[in-house]
């Protein structure tokens, strides 16, 4: 079964800095989908950025970007100029592409505060 | 932007009654799913249902959960006899097409809290 590990249970970081986020995972699949999600004290689960493991190019998305190395099973975030709107617990999670599962495993989720 | 939506936002109900949580799916979207996160842990994966039928369902969706379709929009999930264990956000999510091709759109959550 897959696994998601986050290590960092919090994070803290000045507005307007640079914060990276660590997740690894365990699977066996060649070929699979993650993710990190964003999750405010509104509680909603936002996407932030996705990368196809086929990929080798690594995903952005404005000031988010990752950092894929698929032989180390390592999949971090790095958040740039932080912004107090930044703040929120961000989980990573992992999508098999083998047919007929869908569900999206999660990490335990890293807790981002970001400091004025 | 379409949204899901999710009511009600926070449910309150005795051990041992019946609860329904509602979602409304992104319209277009085919498949839909069920999360949990107990209050300080991580989500998880209950139900995935496609094609009115369940696709995928986890160790936690035993004999007391239940999902319906009933009318072309709602996607409901059903609790018959609720535990205390049971209190929970409960997410529903959709999407267009499945497999991680396309992304999960979450719902803002139904806080439900058994007493």
């Known amino acids: 079964a897959q696994t998601v590990t986050q290590s960092q249970p919090e994070m803290s970081v000045q507005e307007a800095e640079t914060v990276t986020l660590s997740c690894t995972y365990d699977t066996s699949e060649s070929d699979y989908y993650l993710f990190w999600y964003k999750q405010p004290p509104s509680r909603q689960m936002i996407l932030v950025i996705r990368q196809e493991a086929y990929k080798q190019q690594n995903a952005t998305e404005n000031r988010f970007s990752v950092n894929f190395q698929k032989a180390a099973k390592s999949f971090s975030l790095k958040i740039s100029d932080s912004q107090l709107g930044d703040a929120a617990m961000y989980f990573c999670?992992?999508?098999?592409?083998?047919?007929?599962?869908?569900?999206?495993?999660f990490g335990k989720g890293t807790k981002l505060t970001v400091n004025p | 932007e379409p949204e899901v939506t999710q009511t009600p936002s926070h449910q309150v109900t005795q051990m041992g009654q019946e609860v329904i949580l509602r979602c409304v799916p992104i319209?277009?979207?085919?498949?839909f799913y069920w999360y949990r996160q107990i209050l300080g842990q991580k989500v998880e994966f209950l139900v995935s249902f496609y094609n009115n039928e369940i696709s995928e369902k986890s160790e936690i969706f035993d004999d007391q959960f239940s999902v319906e379709r009933p009318d072309g929009s709602n996607f409901t999930l059903k609790i018959r006899s609720t535990k205390l264990e049971d209190s929970a956000m409960y997410f529903c999510?959709?999407?267009?097409w499945g497999q991680g091709n396309s992304p999960l759109h979450f719902g803002n959550g139904t806080r439900l809290t058994v007493t």
């Open positions: 999510a959709s999407s267009a």
């Open positions: 319209s277009n979207h085919l498949y």
């Open positions: 999670a992992y999508s098999t592409t083998q047919g007929g599962s869908e569900k999206l495993v």
